[in-house]
C-alpha cells in the first residue's frame, strides 16, 4: 500500500522524498511499478474510480459512509472498511462541521410564543410539523438573506425565499411556497426562534390564514429549532463557503441548485435511512398503513 500511495502522489511530491518518509527503497518502487497489477490492486484501481465519480456527483461532500451506500445501490460487492481505506489512500474527504464553543445554552421560555415542539423532532408523517430559519450569504455585492422551511418528517426544504434585506416578507414568501405545495389538509405546526420576523403583526395574521399553529424556541436556545439551524450549517458547509458570489442573483441560483437539484431529491440522510428527502417520502407512502 505504500508504493501505492507514492505512485498515487508522484505528481505532487518527490518520489525519492515520499520513499525516504514511508522507509522504502526507490528501486524497489520502480520495480513494483513495472510489475503488473494483482487482481485486488486491479480491482481497488476500478472501485477508486467508482468512488471518486460518486464523490464528485455529490459535490464533493459526502464521507466514505455515504459512498459506500452508492456503491451498494450500484450493484458492486464491497464492505465499509474497503471503502473507507479506498477514500483515505484517494484522498477522498467529507465536509466536516464546525465545533461549537464549550458552554450552557439555556435560555429563558419564551415570553411571546410556547415552545409547543419542545425538541420533538421525530415526526411519523408529512405536513405535521415544519421548522423556519433564516440565514445570510455573503455576495460581492452586499449581502442576501435566505429564509427555510423544512418539514420534519422527511428533513425535506418545502419552501424558501432570498432577497436582500432581512425583513419579514423574506419569511412569508418562504412560507407561502411551503403552503402552495403542500397544501395541508390538516393544521401545521410550523416552529421559527424569536426573531422579530417571526414576532411580526403580517406573520402572525398569515399563519391564522392558512391554518398553521406557531411555535418558538426559548430566548438564546439554539437547540430548539436545532433542525433548522442544522441545515443552514450544511448549506454554508457544502456549498456556500465554497463558492465567492459576484451577485446576489448569482448566489440565488446557487442556493436553488443545492436544495432543489441535490438535497431535496438526492442527498442521503441516516436520519431517513440513507435515503434522500423525496425518495424517503416517496417510499413512505408507497407503504401499507400500519408498516
Not at 451498494?72 to 464553543?101: D, F, H, M, P
Not at 459576484?246 to 442527498?267: C, L, S
Request: hydrophobic share 35%; with cysteine.
Amino acid at each position: 500500500m505504500r508504493y501505492a500511495f507514492v505512485a498515487e502522489h508522484r505528481g505532487r511530491f518527490s518520489v525519492r522524498a515520499m520513499c525516504r518518509c514511508l522507509r522504502i527503497q526507490p528501486s524497489g518502487f520502480y520495480a513494483w511499478l513495472k510489475a503488473p497489477l494483482s487482481k485486488r490492486a486491479q480491482e481497488d484501481q476500478r472501485q477508486t474510480a467508482l468512488l471518486k465519480e460518486a464523490w464528485v456527483e455529490s459535490g464533493k461532500v459526502y464521507g466514505h459512509r455515504k459512498l459506500h451506500d452508492d456503491l451498494i445501490e450500484q450493484g458492486e460487492s464491497i464492505c465499509v472498511n474497503r471503502v473507507a481505506r479506498l477514500t483515505k489512500l484517494a484522498g477522498i474527504k467529507a465536509q466536516i462541521g464546525y465545533k461549537r464553543r464549550p458552554g450552557k445554552y439555556g435560555g429563558k421560555p419564551s415570553v411571546v410564543i410556547d415552545n409547543t415542539l419542545d425538541r420533538q423532532f421525530d415526526v411519523g408523517a408529512p405536513d405535521k410539523i415544519w421548522v423556519t430559519d433564516i440565514t445570510y450569504i455573503r455576495t460581492q455585492e452586499g449581502f442576501a438573506y435566505l429564509a427555510v422551511i423544512i418539514d420534519l418528517f422527511s428533513r425535506r426544504v418545502v419552501g424558501w425565499s432570498m432577497q436582500s434585506r432581512q425583513t419579514t416578507e423574506v419569511v412569508l414568501q418562504a412560507l407561502h411556497m411551503a403552503v402552495w405545495r403542500r397544501k395541508p389538509k390538516t393544521k401545521v405546526l410550523i416552529h421559527s426562534d424569536q426573531g422579530s420576523q417571526f414576532t411580526s403583526m403580517d406573520w402572525a395574521a398569515f399563519l391564522r390564514g392558512h391554518n398553521l399553529e406557531h411555535s418558538m424556541s426559548r430566548r438564546g436556545n439554539c437547540h430548539d429549532n436545532a433542525v433548522a439551524e442544522s441545515f443552514c450549517n450544511l448549506l454554508k458547509r457544502e456549498r456556500i463557503r465554497r463558492r465567492t458570489y459576484k451577485t446576489r442573483e448569482e448566489a440565488r441560483q446557487d442556493v436553488f441548485d443545492y436544495i432543489e437539484m441535490f438535497y431535496n431529491p438526492k442527498r442521503k440522510h441516516a436520519r431517513n435511512g440513507m435515503l434522500s428527502p423525496v425518495e424517503f417520502e416517496r417510499q413512505r407512502k408507497l407503504r401499507p398503513e400500519g408498516v
